[in-house]
């Protein structure tokens, strides 16, 4: 069965330092988005990826972060300077169609801690 | 008040018990519901979509209830394998494809 992969599984980082994720959408998907989930809390959504731009975003998504599509594969999250509140799971997610008419598969996520 | 809310538990419950878990949303126009289930530090799963005419998948069975504002899954005949985080998700209207999380109910299946 297709799987959203992403890596690394875990990154370590100073504060202040950039930090790309990565995740490789199922293949036939045309949507892709990025969730996070600190620590012991509820899973929130950052943004949506769709035709080459950003469909939606939330509040947290500001402009510390960004997301790119480099090729015809891998789908990136970039955090420009991490502060220790970024600390986190970042799940990645793709969808055939829009969400309500498609699932969205998650990856396995990236914990991201910032020291 | 928050947009998906959801009682935290834990519930602990023996194997073969039914269980039933509630949620209510705050925007009354969102259009799509589902339930996630997440282990422990893994990613959501999809458990269920929910529809308005409810629907069941083998021991799971999800209402939603658009004049309450309320959806409910319920699990009968409990396994060991249950035990996991259920997450009610929305997507709410016009927000596109964000989908909106419950904080989760949290099921632990004893022997």
């Known amino acids: 069965e297709p799987e959203v992969t992403q890596t690394p599984s875990h990154q370590v980082t100073q504060m202040g330092q950039e930090v790309i994720l990565r995740c490789v959408p199922i293949?036939?998907?045309?949507?892709f988005y990025w969730y996070r989930q600190i620590l012991g809390q509820k899973v929130e959504f950052l943004v949506s990826f769709y035709n080459n731009e950003i469909s939606e975003k939330s509040e947290i998504f500001d402009d510390q972060f960004s997301v790119e599509r480099p090729d015809g594969s891998n789908f990136t999250l970039k955090i420009r300077s991490t502060k220790l509140e970024d600390s986190a799971m970042y799940f990645c997610a793709s969808s055939e169609g829009a969400a309500q008419s498609s699932t969205q598969y998650f990856g396995p996520g990236t914990r991201l801690t910032v020291l | 008040r928050k947009e998906v809310e959801q009682d935290p538990g834990p519930f602990n419950v023996p194997e073969g018990a039914t269980v039933a878990f509630n949620c209510t949303y705050s925007?009354?126009?969102?259009?799509?519901f589902f339930w996630y289930r997440q282990d422990c530090r893994k990613e959501p799963k999809l458990l269920m979509s929910v529809y308005s005419s409810g629907n069941e998948d083998g021991r799971f069975t999800a209402q939603l209830n658009r004049a309450s504002q309320y959806i409910s899954l319920l699990i009968r005949d409990s396994k060991l394998s249950d035990s996991a985080t259920y997450l009610c998700v929305v997507n709410p209207y016009n927000a596109g494809n964000m989908l909106t999380f419950g904080g989760g109910t949290r099921l632990m299946v004893k022997p």
């Open positions: 925007n009354s126009a969102s259009q799509s």
């Open positions: 293949s036939n998907h045309l949507y």
